[in-house]
Nanobody, 126 residues
Framework: QVQLVESGGGTAQVGGSLRLSCAAS????????LGWFRQAPGEERREFVA?????????YLSDFVKGRFAVSRDTAKNMAVLQMNSLNPADTAIYYC??????????????????WGQGTEVIVSS
């Protein structure tokens, strides 16, 4: 059983920064792509934010965070890190760490995720 534990959420001012971490554990968890999705208040679906492959080489960011967020992988600790800069109120959401299933077809699709973290709340206030 794979477990994903997020940390680092909280409240930030507009233009501020937060750093989210996702610690992965369990059989084979170091071998999979990890990512982040978020669910805004009142929204039913989770939208893709970022992802990083198991070796940390390939990184993906959604258009609305490019230039502001960065994703990385600490392979020694089997962690994924999301550095969020220049935050704005539209970034307010629950952020979920995600492990992609073997052979996923789309980095953007929540349906390609087989394990989720418990979520960590990010609030950006003006």
């Amino acid at each position: 059983q794979v477990q994903l534990v997020e940390s680092g959420g909280g409240t930030a001012q507009v233009g501020g920064s937060l750093r989210l971490s996702c610690a992965a554990s369990g059989p084979g968890s170091e071998s999979y792509t990890l990512g982040w999705f978020r669910q805004a208040p009142g929204e039913e679906r989770r939208e893709f934010v970022a992802a990083v492959t198991r070796n940390g080489v390939n990184k993906y960011l959604s258009d609305f965070v490019k230039g502001r967020f960065a994703v990385s992988r600490d392979t020694a600790k089997n962690m994924a890190v999301l550095q969020m800069n220049s935050l704005n109120p539209a970034d307010t959401a629950i952020y979920y760490c995600a492990k992609y299933e073997t052979g996923y077809t789309s980095i953007l699709a929540a349906g390609n995720v087989d394990y989720w973290g418990q979520g960590t709340e990010v609030i950006v206030s003006s």
